[in-house]
Nanobody
């Protein structure tokens, strides 16, 4: 499985960005897909996750601002980020988490940098 995230950039506070993650692998549609982020000097944290069936969960800090979605026909996962804040500045990583029945492994993309200026 290979994951490639893109769409990061520099945006002013209050602005928006849409991240995308391209995933390879014939069973990727069965994985739980997620976006994580890591700011300098902090641990990587979950931003949002979406199951193969479309159920989602979000970190409290991004609820009502970010939306995760997936297109299983295209093997793509998206993160729409609205009302961005300076504290959203981080490297954002795409993640694929396979259920135990499919090996139970996790895969990470290379990350895309999001910078929100005040």
């Amino acid at each position: 499985v290979q994951l490639q995230a893109f769409g990061g950039g520099l945006v002013q506070a209050g602005g928006y960005l849409r991240l995308a993650c391209s995933a390879s692998g014939s069973t990727i549609s069965l994985a739980v897909m997620g976006w994580y982020r890591q700011a300098p000097g902090t641990q990587r944290e979950l931003v949002a996750r979406i199951t193969s069936g479309g159920s989602t969960n979000y970190a409290d800090s991004v609820k009502d601002r970010f939306t995760i979605s997936r297109d299983n026909t295209m093997n793509m996962v998206y993160l729409q980020m609205n009302s961005l804040r300076p504290e959203d500045t981080a490297i954002y990583y795409c993640n694929a988490d396979f259920p135990r029945a499919l090996g139970g492994r996790q895969f990470w993309g290379q990350g895309t940098l999001v910078t929100v200026s005040s």
